[in-house]
């Protein structure tokens, strides 16, 4: 199946596009958001073919992952509009943009999101994330606190960036990701690759999720793959994502701020609870479970096309 999609998300899409189709992403000059062709700092498959948009022809099926996308589709088809993201604004009244329309299926990666977005007559569905497993494995020989997001200080309070300081005062807090550089008072590491962030999120003792609102981040479940213990506010579907006994979760600051504490005093309580979060993430976040649940939904939209 040939299938067009933006690189819009880069995780996500890595594991996407380990599927068994060819997958056609639009590239431009400038590698700007409706450009960026294959990733640099992720590892795809020689499938993910990099051409300019008006090139890319002989399309089975769309992934649409913004509502300006629709108009660059071409007619008849069939296409699959991916939601990311929690709703903004009037929640829990947001409609989605894509709401009562008759001719896409809206694929929520949380079942939060398809609880929380009101789309209207439109049908949807839930995939929930899968993820490549990472190579590297939790060691946490470093007394440090890791955290991995994007534009926490533009996001500020969403990405709960004005709970750092909290962490910070248990233990030295490494940040990466991407427009981490201007943080003050923790070590940032901005936008390394996927491998090299991985080996150093495994070396410190614990992941912290601090996210407020968001939907679920794929670096949480890379973190609890890797065996990492983890600590996450109880919110949107991080509840659902870390079992009691796979992590601690608490919509209390002050309790996280104590597990952190207890987890840099106790290294073997740290390993005890990695390895469980290991065994869930595993089992729920796989790869294989993950694209054969996108090769149904593949299928049935490009049949119902015909």
């Not at 995780?11 to 590239?27: A, I």
């Not at 450009?35 to 649409?64: C, M, N, S």
Request: hydrophobic share 40%; with cysteine.
């Amino acid at each position: 199946m040939n299938i067009l999609l933006w690189h819009v998300h880069g995780s996500w899409t890595t594991s996407f596009v380990q599927g068994k189709h060819r997958y056609l992403v639009p590239v431009n000059t400038e590698r700007d958001a409706w450009g960026r062709g294959r990733a640099q700092t992720f590892d795809w498959p020689d499938t993910v073919e990099e051409l300019p948009l008006q090139e890319i022809k002989d399309i089975d099926l769309a992934i649409a992952q913004r509502p300006e996308e629709l108009d660059l589709i071409p007619p008849h088809v069939p296409v699959i509009y991916v939601e990311h993201n929690t709703p903004k604004g009037d929640v829990p009244n947001s409609r989605h943009p894509l709401a009562d329309r008759d001719d896409v299926i809206i694929a929520h990666v949380t079942h939060f999101n398809e609880l929380f977005w009101d789309c209207g007559a439109t049908r949807t569905t839930v995939i929930e994330h899968g993820i490549v497993e990472p190579k590297a494995r939790w060691t946490g020989e470093l007394e440090r606190l890791a955290i991995v997001t994007n534009e926490p200080v533009r996001r500020g309070r969403v990405t709960g960036t004005d709970l750092f300081p909290r962490f910070a005062a248990v233990a030295p807090l490494d940040v990466l990701g991407m427009g981490v550089a201007d943080l003050e008072n923790v070590t940032a590491f901005d936008d390394p690759p996927q491998h090299e962030m991985h080996t150093e999120v495994a070396k410190r003792r614990a992941y912290l999720h601090l996210c407020r609102w968001t939907s679920l981040g794929l670096s949480l479940i890379e973190a609890m793959q890797m065996g990492m213990p983890v600590l996450a506010l109880a919110t949107t579907e991080a509840v659902a994502a870390i079992p009691p006994d796979a992590g601690v979760l608490s919509t209390r600051v002050g309790t996280l701020v104590d597990a952190a504490q207890w987890l840099i005093d106790e290294p073997d309580a740290a390993a005890r609870l990695g390895e469980r979060a290991r065994q869930v993430a595993l089992a729920r976040y796989g790869l294989d479970r993950f694209l054969a649940d996108w090769d149904r939904l593949l299928e049935e939209e490009t049949c119902a096309s015909r």
